[in-house]
């Protein structure tokens, strides 16, 4: 069972490996290995029973063809400033360069050529003057949003081209391990209903998305692979009425906003703002349950939610940054009996629960409505928690009334990145044959840098033709 180049990981890094490469006349035998399903089985049960019922083997949210980001929200950040360290590794102006490049293919494949964030230049410059005056940073980043559910079109058609185009792809398959013989990687070892096999190729592409990034350190911890502990994001997501939010939405669309609160001066961000939106729950194989929001392009409700999250970076002797995290995902778990704990923020600074009759009578109702109401001061650690009050005053600031007694908080928001892998300029690490995309690798945070590496990567293995 040989192959020219076997990939791992259906998310947008391992799909455009594979696209750039067919785009542009490869003769190379593609395997794909998911541990998810293809598109057009990929359903949550939630719209129909009302509730998360925990799907095993896997969340059809966060697995399957086109990854999880593409089934939230579906947001591409034409900017090179957006989406995580690549430009590091490969340089500003040629990531931007890229971005420009996978852009055009998305277009392609039926993305809305609509961009927003980029007109009405005087309120952009009114809402960078009040961010100023706040401490905090507006970084200026085009979107286009391809929504949740023109995402998975989107994807289907991809995933059917890829498959017209010769790519065997296999399903509802886990990748168990890496073969590596003389410091050179040759194949994977998968697990196929039940059946442990052997596949083998010269080159080995991991793209197993945040999804898979606890999967990927352990890989690396056995291989000696060579990587780093980096940075892991701890915070909460905001609910508030699309009034308030208004005029950020309609100028912006996404407000990126990056603040440093005291005491600590810790990094804090804004992240994935879906006007209109919902907030939805994920769950991973370990049954840790996590919150994230999905926007659609015909289907809103009367509330904007957005992640903030507090980046940790530890320090020698730790080295588990990402179980550290699940370790605060399943205490605040715990304290919703499985699913997503929701807090009023005025109820967070008044030191109490929120209460179910509460949140009956607010202006803001929870579009999650199995979320448990609580309090997540009792499982979010001390400092992360300081640094989310400290920034929802500033970003009171910029957006008038974010800091209401009546919105939402939602808990745990959690992003695993932070096995950053070592890479040179040409995606190679120091195992010859194996290469590390996406945001399992911890270079990249987002649909379109995970697109961008993966174009990369695939011109890369053209060269090797």
């Keep these: 069972m040989n192959y020219d180049v076997i ?3 259906a998310g947008p890094a391992g799909i455009f490996t594979a696209l750039e490469m067919l785009r542009n006349g490869s003769k190379s035998k593609i395997l794909l290995i998911e541990k998810g399903k293809p598109v057009e089985k990929r359903h949550c049960p939630k719209a129909e029973v009302g509730k998360c019922v925990n799907c095993k083997p896997s969340c059809a949210i966060t697995t399957g063809f ?3 980001g593409a089934f939230s929200d579906g947001k591409l950040s034409l900017s090179y400033e957006v989406g995580g360290d690549l430009p590091d590794l ?6 931007q360069e890229l971005i420009d490049y996978t852009d055009k293919i998305y277009l392609a494949f039926g993305a809305d050529p609509h961009v927003e964030g980029i007109s009405d230049d005087d309120e952009i410059k009114e809402i960078r003057k009040n961010a100023i005056k706040a401490n905090l940073k507006l970084v200026d980043c085009p979107i286009r949003h391809l929504g949740t559910e023109k995402a998975q079109k989107l994807y289907l058609d991809i995933q059917n081209w890829l498959l017209e185009h010769g790519v065997d792809m296999m399903f509802s398959t886990e990748c168990e391990n890496i073969i590596i013989e003389d410091d050179v990687c040759k194949g994977v070892v998968i697990r196929e209903k039940g059946e442990q096999k052997e596949f083998r190729a ?3 592409v991991i793209a197993t998305g945040r999804r898979g990034a606890d999967w990927l350190e352990s890989i690396c911890e056995k291989h000696g692979i060579a990587h780093r502990p980096g940075t892991v994001d701890i915070g909460v997501r905001v609910e508030c009425r699309n009034e308030v939010m208004e005029k950020v939405n309609k100028v912006l669309y996404e407000s990126k906003l990056i603040g ?3 005491p600590w001066k810790n990094k804090v ?7 209109g939106g919902f907030v939805a729950q994920e769950n991973y194989d370990n049954d840790l349950a996590v919150v994230n929001g999905h926007s659609y392009k015909d289907m809103k409700s009367n509330n904007t939610n957005l992640a903030i999250l507090v980046s940790h970076n530890f320090t020698e002797p730790f080295n588990q940054p990402i179980a550290y995290a699940q370790k605060v995902g399943e205490l605040t778990n715990m304290l919703a009996s499985g699913h997503i704990l929701v807090q009023r923020y005025g109820d967070i600074l008044d030191g109490k629960r929120t209460w ?3 949140l009956a009578f607010s202006n803001v109702k929870p579009t999650l409505k199995d979320a448990v109401p609580g309090d997540i001061t009792a499982a979010m ?4 928690m300081t640094n989310i009050i400290e920034f929802i005053k500033m970003l009171d600031q910029v957006v008038p009334g974010f800091a209401s007694t009546e919105t939402l908080l939602y808990s745990p928001e959690l992003k695993f990145y932070s096995n950053k892998v070592k890479m040179d300029e040409n995606l190679d690490t120091n195992i010859k044959g194996l290469h590390c995309l996406g945001d399992s690798s911890g270079w990249t945070r987002g649909l379109m840098m995970s697109s961008v590496m993966g174009v990369l990567m695939g011109r890369k293995l053209l060269e090797k033709e």
Excluded: D, L, M, W
């Design 90 to 95: 490969i340089g500003a102006e040629f990531a």
């Design 260 to 262: 440093y609160p005291k």
């Design 7 to 9: 990939i791992v990981g």
């Design 269 to 275: 961000r804004t992240f994935c703002q879906n006007p």
């Design 381 to 384: 650690p001390y400092r992360a």
């Design 356 to 358: 179910a009759k509460e």
């Design 66 to 68: 086109s990854g999880a």
């Design 202 to 204: 010269p080159e080995i």
